[in-house]
């Protein structure tokens, strides 16, 4: 009979005169067929209670095509029949038919379990689908280009509804404009609690850019140094200082615009920042880049000293303000290091009395003179068992920093201080350590800035101080040569 050619891919398990059975041989959960030769009524229901197991039965009735399903009779036209691998049924070719990955689905079953992407059409599980908002199916490829669950709300957007939070995240646009803004000066988003309002502009500056465009900036405030000096010199000591002032009842944020703007037209406001120090009542601190000494007259100190004092600020005669001078710390080695902080060590009354301090408390409490004697130097006493930032010389990453000296608007204190810093940095790179001990020291020191020429205003300033006098406070008495010979080995060596 021509139906049965239909079933050409099934395997046939019994044969008999009046009918056959028959399984599909590339479904292996298919179901059996039976196919009956016979329209009686009688056998068909004979054959059917025979093989409880079977659930569909195929006849011809006057060349018409039956199945028998269920218990119920079909009448079908000329038709397939196809194995559903949800259900295990047959179901003929003229119902919807499904493939998926090379499977069978009936109509029922498909849409049960399957669907299709809405926006790359590919048939995917309902289980591994992904939801948008408007209720549309997408497989996770699609998904993942076109949506995204908000970092902030938890719920899905469409990517295009979205914004980059300042931690990295996508949140959605809504989420972004209640708690994200841009800063009107770098244009980078930062969360809105992060932003402050900025008089000057009407705009929200984020952090960074509020303090470089406040006038009084931050402690902590830390710009790109600018290294000033001149082209012909090469690998020169750089040094910076930073300079207290008090503002007394005058608004503090006022006094420092009319510093920047005088700054600003003396064509030195490049060399110079202004910042916020926590020890000052109503002041601040004015800080320069580095520069070299033939550099510094470019900076207009004598200028600037008497503008302040013009403007009626003070910083000797406050009690709260000092004047600190930073050197840079690869111009030295380690011995020279160790060199520089015995000097102070071995020099406290004369460098109480340089400091302009008011007693050796005030001094203690603001720059702590270590002690660096013979015998802990050759015990190997290193150089950052005791820094700390309040030490005459604070060694730092990048600075080495001297304390000591009480803040100033004379320019000859300023300038004394200034030539001491460099004169004691120049003494000790061209010194060995036997001058520091034995009473040597001071002497060698004065000697040495009244041969230079470069310090010769320095040494009238100790003359006038009766500061020139070769007395030291620490002595030793005659060191032996072979003590000697080892102290001096060891201020090379104990810092290598």
């Known amino acids: 009979m021509e139906f049965i050619d239909r079933f050409v891919n099934h395997e046939i398990i019994n044969r008999q005169n009046s009918f056959m059975i028959v399984k599909s041989i590339k479904n292996t959960q298919a179901k059996q067929i039976c196919i009956l030769y016979t329209s009686s009524a009688s056998k068909i229901s004979i054959i059917s209670s025979m093989y409880p197991s079977i659930k569909l039965f195929i006849y011809v009735v006057n060349n018409k095509l039956f199945v028998l399903k269920n218990g119920l009779h079909h009448h079908v036209h000329n038709t397939a029949y196809w194995f559903c691998t949800k259900c295990k049924e047959y179901f ?3 119902e919807e038919l499904h493939t998926v990955d090379g499977d069978t689905w009936c109509e029922d079953c498909y849409n049960e379990n399957w669907c299709e992407c809405s926006e790359c059409g590919n048939e995917i599980e309902i289980d591994d689908s992904n939801s948008t908002p408007n209720g549309e199916a997408l497989c996770s490829g699609c998904y993942n280009e076109n949506y995204f669950i908000c970092h902030s709300c938890n719920e899905t957007h469409a990517i295009d509804d979205s914004g980059i939070s300042p931690t990295g995240n996508r949140i959605c646009q809504t989420c972004f404009d209640d708690s994200c803004s841009f800063c009107s000066n770098c244009d980078e988003v930062h969360w809105n609690d992060d932003l402050t309002y900025c008089d000057a502009s009407d705009t929200y500056l984020c952090s960074d850019c509020y303090d470089e465009s406040a006038t009084i900036h931050n402690y902590d405030y830390k710009p790109m140094p600018i290294f000033n000096k001149l082209d012909t010199e090469i690998s020169p000591l750089f040094i910076g200082f930073e300079l207290e002032v008090e503002c007394g ?3 503090a944020n006022e006094v ?4 920047i703007e005088w700054m600003t037209q003396a064509n030195i406001d490049k060399y110079y920042y202004i910042k916020r120090d926590g020890s000052l009542n109503n002041g601040f601190e004015i800080v320069t880049h580095p520069f ?15 503008y302040l004092s013009h403007k009626g600020l003070k910083s000797h005669d406050s009690g709260t303000c000092g004047l600190h001078f930073h050197m840079s710390r690869d111009h030295f080695n380690s011995a020279e290091q160790l060199k520089l902080k015995t000097f102070y060590s071995l020099n406290t009354k004369k460098i109480l009395k340089i400091s302009r301090r008011k007693d050796a408390e005030n001094l203690r409490q603001w720059a702590e003179v270590e002690q660096y004697m013979p015998r802990n130097i050759i015990k190997n006493r290193g150089l950052d068992d005791q820094d700390g930032r309040y030490k005459a010389v604070n060694i730092t990453r990048k600075t080495i920093e001297i304390r000591i000296f009480r803040g100033t608007l004379k320019y000859e204190s300023f300038k004394a201080s200034y030539l001491f810093v460099l004169a004691v940095a120049d003494f000790i790179k061209q010194f060995s350590a036997v001058v520091y001990f034995n009473g040597l020291c001071w002497k060698r020191f004065v000697e040495f800035v009244k041969l230079n020429k470069e310090y010769r205003t320095f040494y009238t300033y100790l003359v006038k101080e009766k500061m020139h006098l070769a007395s030291t406070n620490v002595s030793y008495g005659v060191m032996s040569p072979a003590k000697i010979a080892k102290l001096n080995h060891k201020m090379e060596v104990v810092c290598a």
Do not use: R, S, V
Request: proline fraction near 0%; hydrophobic fraction near 30%.
């Open 256 to 259: 420092a615009e009319d510093i």
């Open 249 to 251: 009842d005058k608004d």
């Open 292 to 306: 070299t000494k033939n550099y510094f007259k470019n900076l207009k100190i004598y200028e600037l000293l008497k």
């Open 92 to 94: 003929e070719d003229g």
